[in-house]
């Protein structure tokens, strides 16, 4: 959990970077914005900060949202493709580090595959290319 703001985005962005694909189950909660957790539990008490932990995206559907909410802002079609693209570049270079076994990369591919709506095959190819280059 980290604070609404832009610093808090980016610091989640990065912590996504670092933890997609290590073996660990990443949820990121979204607070309010102009609040920080602290603050957030102080105002509104354990029931509210619990629900709001419940309610957690996993960290690959949380950077997919924030990729489209940030590019498809221009053009539907061409940001959904910058989007596609900045998305595949960011888990290519995940899968190039070599940290993950073929297991835990399929998985990963897939996962990738269901949420951006493209074709599995599609997926595996596309980073394959990103880790030759």
């Not at 105002?43 to 690959?60: I, Q, W």
């Not at 580090?97 to 709506?117: C, H, P, T, W, Y």
Request: charged share 30%; hydrophobic share 40%.
């Amino acid at each position: 959990m980290f604070d609404a703001d832009s610093a808090g985005q980016k610091a989640a962005e990065r912590t996504i970077e670092l933890f997609i694909g290590q073996p660990v189950q990443l949820c990121l909660a979204t607070l309010p914005e102009g609040e920080d957790p602290c603050d957030f539990l102080l105002a509104n008490g354990k029931k509210a900060f619990m629900e709001l932990v419940n309610s957690a995206v996993e960290a690959l559907e949380y950077r997919w949202q924030m990729m489209c909410g940030r590019l498809e802002k221009d053009d539907a079609i061409s940001g959904k493709k910058r989007a596609v693209e900045e998305f595949l570049r960011l888990v290519g270079q995940v899968v190039s580090q070599g940290e993950m076994d073929k297991i835990s990369e399929g998985f990963l591919l897939n996962r990738v595959a269901k949420l951006i709506d493209r074709p599995v095959q599609m997926v595996h190819e596309t980073v394959r290319n990103l880790r030759r280059q």
